[in-house]
Structure formats: C-alpha cells, structure tokens
C-alpha cells in the first residue's frame, strides 16, 4: 500500500492554516500548529516525518524562524525542507541564504502553492533515491572488495602450509575481543563501538598479508630463523602496510585503515621492544594492539615443526604474565575474560 507523503503547515492565522489545508489535502497528509514550540513538539513526537514543512516567518512563542533553527540543529530534523510563508515585509533574500529552499507570498495562490510543494518533495525524494543508490554501490563495491582481500588473505595462507586456519580463527578472536572489551565498560569500549566490531573482524584477515613477500626458502623453514632470516621476516609487516595503502584510500576507508594499522602494528610491544616502527603504549594503534593478543594466542595454542602446541591454559598464563610488557594490560584483561571463547574457537577451527 502506497504511503500518502505527509506536509507540515505551521501558521497562528487559522485561516491560512486551513487554506492550505484544503489546497493540500488530496495529495498530502497535512499535519498543522499554530507556532513554532508546537509544531517541535508535533515533529518530535511524529514516526514517519513530513516530506516538507511550511512556516510562517511571525508566530507567538516561537517564530517561523527559530524553529527553522532549532530544526537545523537537531539531526533527525535538519533534513526535512522548509518553504517559508512569507508577507510582503518579509526579508526573503535572507531566508533563502539561511537555508530555506523556497518561500509562498500572502495571499495564497493554490496552484503556486501545490506547484512548490510538489516540486520540492519530487527533489528530495530524487535526493534520497541517489544517495540510496550511491549507498548501496558503496557497500557492494566493500563487499566485493572484502571478499577479494580475503581470497588473498586465504591464498597467503595456503602459501603458509603451517598456518593451517589461523586466519580465521584470529578473525574470532577479534570479535571476541571487541565483544568483550564493550561488554565489560573498558575504556576502549567507545572506540570499539566507533570502529565497529564487524569491520576489526574483517580487517584481521589481512594482518600476515605481506608474507607474500618473503621468500619461501624463509617462510617455509622447517625450523627457527637465524638472525639474517629473521629480519627479512620481520618486513612483513611494512610490505604488508604498503600493500594495503596502495589498495585504496586508506583514509576514507575504515576497513583499510584498520588493515593497514594491523599490517604495521601486530608485532608492535606495550614496552616499545617490537618491531618495526618501536612504538610503545597507546600509540600503537588500538586494532594492533588486540591483534598482538590473538596472533601470539593462536600461535602458542598451534603445533609448529619446531615446538608442540600449548594448552589454553599454558596460553593464557603466558599472554597475562606478558601484560604490561608486550601488551596493553587492558586487553589483556578483557582476553582473561574472554578465555574460554578462545579456548571455545581454538578448539573449534582447528
């Protein structure tokens, strides 16, 4: 069933109040006050808001104009187009440079008024139709490209014959982390929320992605890496931060951002004794930072050609005696309390 667009007409003349009524009326849900403090309340209070809202400039209590205002500085209302109804001494140069998308001169002139309406509601339901559009090209060109990074990500992996599904068991421990760090009020609990939990997820997929630059007679050693080859190994992490910056707009993109953060900064120490850059404390970037916990975790809690797997317990004590050291404490804190997750998806991916 067709939704019948709604109209607000604001106006202390009755009479205008109910020109404007009939003149509306077949085509519009008419919603009416007679000042500005009234119509507030009425578009507060409304479920579905008006497609356009007429107001009178000179009203009682609050005028045209301040709820013009009032309207522009609330965020669910400032949207919502507003045509002046305006008198002869009415400053309508000014209103339009206020904001005002068009104005209706006293005494009314129906087919003007219906003309306006219509055609202002035409442009905004336009506008909301391309920004729909340009909002769902942009989360399909995301997907796709998520999807992409993580065929990388998986192919990197594959490449990695002892990694096994370590990416995506380091991915569940992210959202572990995340979940945990807002359910028990933490500090960073805002910060997570702001990221968005979903997204840090999906940007662990890539942390390891610059392996796919060191060679194979190092990433495939059967065995620990001597100085030499350990330093070639430790530019993981930069080569991985610069191929995700030259993926895309790491600054307008959240997901790449946060890629390119985990890139750098997953060997990164609390203490500032990791690598590459020696960053310490909270100027690791908060996303490195839970991903240092859920890489060392997974890589304890996994069997290597140079050492058994540790339980989740042997785990567990390792990471919270390292806090403080190699990481935040914080995280640290929120991992303990996630611990039998971990252990949960450990045992579950293997």
């Not at 205002?69 to 965020?75: E, F, N, T």
């Not at 997820?201 to 007679?217: F, N, R, V, Y």
């Not at 991985?240 to 707009?249: P, V």
């Not at 890629?259 to 310490?280: A, M, Q, T, V």
Request: with cysteine; charged share 30%.
């Amino acid at each position: 069933m067709r939704r019948i667009p709604s109209v607000l007409v604001v106006d202390d003349i009755s009479i205008n109040v109910m020109i404007l009524e009939e003149i509306l009326r077949d085509s519009y849900r008419v919603i009416t006050a007679d000042n500005g403090k009234d119509a507030l309340e009425k578009l507060q209070a409304e479920a579905s808001l008006p497609k356009i809202a007429l107001l009178d400039v000179l009203m009682p209590e609050m005028s045209g104009r301040e709820l013009f205002d009032a309207m522009k500085a609330d965020a669910r209302l400032r949207r919502i187009p507003v045509i002046f109804i305006t008198a002869e001494n009415d400053s309508e140069s000014e209103l339009l440079a206020a904001g005002a998308v068009d104005f209706i001169n006293k005494p009314f002139l129906p087919e003007i008024v219906r003309l306006r309406v219509r055609n202002q509601i035409e442009l905004r339901n336009y506008s909301e139709n391309l920004e729909q559009m340009v909002e769902e090209k942009t989360a399909e060109a995301t997907r796709t490209l998520e999807q992409a990074l993580q065929g990388l990500a998986s192919a990197i992996e594959y490449r990695d014959i002892e990694s096994g599904a370590h990416v995506k068991r380091t991915q569940l421990y992210m959202l572990a982390l995340c979940e945990r760090l807002i359910e028990s009020g933490s500090a960073y609990a805002p910060d997570i929320q702001a990221a968005n939990p979903d997204t840090v997820m999906k940007s662990m997929a890539l942390h390891d992605i610059g392996k796919i630059s060191i060679p194979d007679s190092i990433l495939l050693k059967p065995g620990r890496l001597d100085p030499e080859e350990y330093e070639v190994m430790k530019t993981h992490t930069t080569k991985g931060g610069q191929i995700i910056a030259a993926l895309g707009d790491v600054s307008a993109s959240p997901y790449l951002r946060h890629c390119e953060n985990i890139c750098f900064g997953h060997h990164e120490r609390w203490d500032g004794k990791g690598y590459p850059r020696g960053l310490s404390g909270a100027n690791i970037p908060l996303v490195a930072r839970m991903a240092a916990v859920s890489d060392v975790y997974d890589a304890l809690v996994s069997a290597r050609v140079y050492k058994p797997a540790f339980t989740c317990e042997d785990a567990s004590r390792i990471i919270s005696e390292s806090s403080g050291k190699e990481f935040d404490p914080v995280i640290v804190e929120a991992f303990l309390g996630a611990r039998d997750r971990f252990r949960e998806i450990a045992l579950r991916h293997r």
